[in-house]
């Protein structure tokens, strides 16, 4: 995970050290995931056990951790939990920021995958049940119009570049726009239509902030539940296909994992 461009700030033992990471087998994975209905195929797929009562996390918080082993892989799934008050899942930028920091510190990931629903944009050449690997991240609801201030705000990203698991399996690219809203707001599509995106989702963009603040790889899988652009509203289009999607995106992370078993970084 890294900003489009080069720091040059970074120190030659820091860039030595990212060197060496990237030539040790991946032997340890974070998987975030906003929606419970999301993470329960990986879980049963990966035959992970849910920890009740995960001691590093700070107590109280909704976050559910599954883990185990998959392939000589550690796997932890990190679902972002219910709302203690309203029981719905505690989707949006804050609470995918908070679950991917405190999801590094305890865990020490060598990789981060975020695997959510998004909405697609058929001007872009999305469809229903489509499965991206996505290239950038951005924000489209942080307009800040003051310069410098500005591209803040959009927090353009790039992703952990995978070209060999681009390369093996049958998945689409795509950039990829985060914000806390479900609808679109004209504001939002100008902005939305300045990232670029096919794909716009409600966490990604916070969780590449943290795995960059904290230099921990990420990729984004993200599979289309609603044309956003489309005829349809988007909540009922989101509830029509969320289960035969998320069958789709379970598979694509499955395939995910399964590639990246034995590999160290460097040969994504």
């Not at 992970?48 to 995960?54: G, H, I, Q, T, V």
């Not at 883990?67 to 892989?73: E, F, N, P, R």
């Not at 899988?221 to 009922?236: C, E, L, N, W």
Request: hydrophobic share 45%; aromatic share 6%.
């Amino acid at each position: 995970m890294a900003p489009p461009e080069n720091n040059s700030n970074v120190s030659e033992e820091s860039m030595s050290m990212a060197t060496e990471s990237e030539k040790r087998p991946i032997s340890n994975i974070v998987i975030i995931i906003a929606i419970q209905a999301e993470a329960l195929p990986l879980v049963s797929k990966f035959q992970l056990k849910e920890d009740l009562d995960f001691v590093r996390f700070p107590k109280g918080v909704p976050w559910v951790r599954y883990h185990g082993t998959y392939k000589g892989l550690n796997i932890n799934i990190i679902q972002l939990g219910k709302d203690a008050i309203l029981g719905v899942d505690s989707v949006g930028t804050v609470s995918a920021s908070l679950v991917t920091f405190a999801s590094i510190q305890a865990l020490q990931p060598d990789l981060i995958i975020n695997a959510g629903t998004a909405g697609g944009f058929k001007a872009k050449g999305a469809s229903i049940g489509d499965t991206f690997l996505v290239s950038h991240v951005a924000f489209h609801d942080r307009r800040i119009p003051i310069p410098v201030f500005d591209l803040y705000g959009v927090g353009l990203r790039q992703a952990f570049s995978t070209p060999n698991l681009l390369k093996m399996l049958n998945l689409k690219i795509g950039k990829l726009s985060t914000g806390d809203s479900l609808d679109m707001s004209p504001e939002d599509e100008s902005s939305i239509i300045a990232n670029d995106a096919t794909v716009k989702d409600m966490e990604g963009a916070a969780v590449a902030y943290v795995a960059d603040l904290l230099k921990v790889p990420a990729i984004f899988v993200k599979a289309v539940t609603d044309i956003v652009d489309g005829d349809k509203p988007t909540s009922v289009e989101f509830l029509e296909n969320l289960a035969a999607v998320t069958a789709a995106l379970g598979q694509a992370v499955t395939e995910i994992v399964d590639f990246i078993t034995g590999k160290c970084l460097s040969e994504l």
